[in-house]
């Protein structure tokens, strides 16, 4: 259950980065630190590798993480080295984030500086209290969480056109998306990224007739089958 869940709290924290869930700043600040003792990683990177940089460009040369920057293609072995190539790729623009906020703004490198300790600190102190059940309740899904994170962004664009104002992103139209807060109406969501995620249907609904039918999924999971398991044979 928690390794499924992790792909939801994946999409909740994509969607808090993208509309804070409060209105007070204190209760956002909370629910980031909170966020990232399930995601495995504080959100800070979310504006600058997500809003400024993948929602700017969509996948296109000057996204720095887009999916194909390594390899060509949407198959199994793209899939699984993508959470690793988005590091590699992404690794320096956050360096400079971090480096410019130690410079520039010492509260926001404080922040970030918070998260990390408060999310190594809970993790040693869980594999303290007893190893084996931190690796497996804990750190396990951390992982998960991280991996559905980067994988999503090769999920969704894969294959697709990056240079259509339309055909951009791919959209999962099934059951997935109750599970994963409506990130399936991917371009509905790309379209208006602020946009509350409870609205991206009607948002999807909105420009369907503009988006080519085979960018649009009806399950989840016949898409993962017949793009990386039933292709390779």
Same mark, same amino acid.
């Given at each position: 259950?928690?390794?499924?869940?992790?792909?939801?709290?994946?999409?909740?924290?994509?969607?808090?980065?993208?509309?804070?869930?409060?209105?007070?700043?204190?209760?956002?600040?909370?629910?980031?630190?909170?966020?990232?003792?399930?995601?495995?990683?504080?959100?800070?990177?979310?504006?600058?590798?997500?809003?400024?940089?993948?929602?700017?460009?969509?996948?296109?040369?000057?996204?720095?993480?887009?999916?194909?920057?390594?390899?060509?293609?949407?198959?199994?072995?793209?899939?699984?080295?993508?959470?690793?190539?988005?590091?590699?790729?992404?690794?320096?623009?956050? &360096?400079?984030?971090?480096?410019? =906020?130690?410079?520039?703004? +010492?509260?926001?490198?404080?922040?970030?500086? $918070?998260? %990390? !300790? #408060?999310?190594?600190?809970?993790?040693?102190?869980?594999?303290?209290?007893?190893?084996?059940?931190?690796?497996?309740?804990?750190?396990?899904?951390?992982?998960?969480?991280?991996?559905?994170?980067?994988?999503?962004?090769?999920?969704?664009?894969?294959?697709?056109?990056?240079?259509?104002?339309?055909?951009?992103?791919?959209?999962?139209?099934?059951?997935?998306?109750?599970?994963?807060?409506?990130?399936?109406?991917?371009?509905?969501?790309?379209?208006?990224?602020?946009?509350?995620?409870?609205?991206?249907? &009607?948002?999807?609904?909105?420009? =369907?007739?503009?988006?080519? +039918?085979?960018?649009?999924?009806?399950?989840? $999971?016949? %898409? !993962? #089958?017949?793009?990386?398991?039933?292709?390779?044979?």
């Amino acid at each position: 259950a928690s390794m499924t869940l992790s792909f939801t709290v994946s999409a909740m924290h994509h969607n808090h980065s993208h509309r804070p869930i409060w209105r007070p700043r204190f209760l956002n600040l909370a629910t980031d630190a909170w966020f990232t003792l399930f995601q495995g990683h504080p959100g800070y990177v979310f504006k600058t590798m997500h809003i400024e940089n993948h929602h700017r460009f969509h996948n296109r040369e000057p996204d720095i993480t887009r999916t194909d920057r390594f390899r060509s293609g949407n198959d199994l072995l793209g899939l699984l080295m993508h959470p690793i190539e988005f590091v590699i790729a992404a690794s320096p623009t956050i &360096a400079i984030r971090v480096s410019d =906020a130690f410079r520039k703004d +010492p509260r926001d490198f404080a922040l970030i500086a $918070i998260h %990390y !300790l #408060l999310l190594i600190s809970v993790d040693i102190l869980l594999f303290w209290l007893d190893w084996k059940s931190a690796i497996y309740v804990v750190l396990l899904p951390q992982a998960a969480a991280m991996f559905w994170l980067l994988a999503s962004n090769y999920l969704q664009h894969a294959h697709a056109c990056a240079d259509s104002e339309f055909n951009h992103s791919r959209n999962f139209l099934g059951l997935i998306n109750p599970l994963v807060f409506n990130v399936g109406y991917h371009t509905a969501h790309h379209h208006e990224p602020d946009r509350h995620w409870s609205d991206l249907p &009607a948002g999807h609904k909105a420009i =369907a007739a503009q988006i080519s +039918p085979v960018l649009n999924e009806p399950s989840f $999971i016949w %898409y !993962l #089958l017949r793009v990386f398991f039933l292709s390779i044979f």
